[in-house]
């Protein structure tokens, strides 16, 4: 197995560990993710009005997905932790009525990138509007969550 195939999350003997970047430059990277949420069409009107009981929902969900992108390393284990540069929440009602868009943009200027961080704050976010709605509506689910796009480093760029 050359070095391009190695799992480098492993050692020879299969236990985890933390990759050594340390010899790697430093180079701009993003990462863009989303997650869905579904929830009723009444629940969607009510979140669009702002008229949430506990709050601006839009408002603590995007300051609490902009903490997740900033202490992903705390949470995942084998994360490095990461100057972030740049980290964006935003929500979108989708097509239909019952699906809300939340997207992250994350940019560092470091050694590895900055997937997790962005799938970290879109899931954080959508975890906090489920918080801050679930009075409202018990059954929303939180159906995807995925990399849109990613670029920088030595893997190039991806997008969905």
């Given at each position: 197995?050359?070095r391009?195939d190695?799992?480098?999350?492993?050692d020879?003997?299969g236990?985890a560990?933390?990759v050594?970047?340390g010899?790697k430059?430093?180079?701009?990277?993003?990462?863009?993710?989303?997650?869905?949420?579904r929830?009723?069409p009444?629940?969607?009107?009510?979140l669009?009005?702002g008229e949430v009981?506990?709050?601006?929902?839009?408002?603590?969900?995007r300051?609490?997905?902009?903490?997740?992108?900033?202490?992903?390393?705390?949470?995942?284990?084998l994360?490095?932790?990461?100057?972030?540069?740049?980290?964006?929440?935003?929500?979108?009602?989708?097509?239909?009525d019952?699906?809300?868009?939340?997207?992250?943009a994350?940019?560092?200027?470091d050694r590895?990138?900055?997937?997790?961080?962005?799938?970290?704050?879109?899931?954080?976010a959508?975890?906090?509007?489920y918080d801050?709605?679930?009075?409202?509506?018990?059954?929303?689910a939180i159906?995807e969550?995925v990399?849109?796009?990613?670029?920088?480093?030595?893997?190039?760029?991806?997008q969905?």
């Open positions: 197995m050359d391009d190695e799992l480098t999350h492993l020879r003997d236990q560990r933390m050594d970047v010899e430059s430093k180079t701009a990277r993003e990462a863009r993710a989303r997650a869905t949420l929830m009723l009444e629940t969607r009107r009510v669009l009005s009981p506990k709050g601006d929902a839009l408002a603590t969900a300051i609490a997905g902009i903490q997740a992108a900033k202490r992903t390393s705390e949470l995942i284990p994360c490095h932790p990461l100057a972030i540069t740049g980290c964006d929440v935003s929500f979108e009602p989708a097509d239909d019952e699906r809300f868009l939340v997207e992250a994350v940019r560092c200027a590895t990138g900055v997937e997790m961080e962005a799938l970290t704050a879109v899931t954080v959508a975890l906090t509007l801050m709605l679930k009075a409202i509506d018990r059954g929303m159906e969550v990399l849109l796009e990613k670029q920088g480093g030595r893997s190039g760029h991806y969905r």
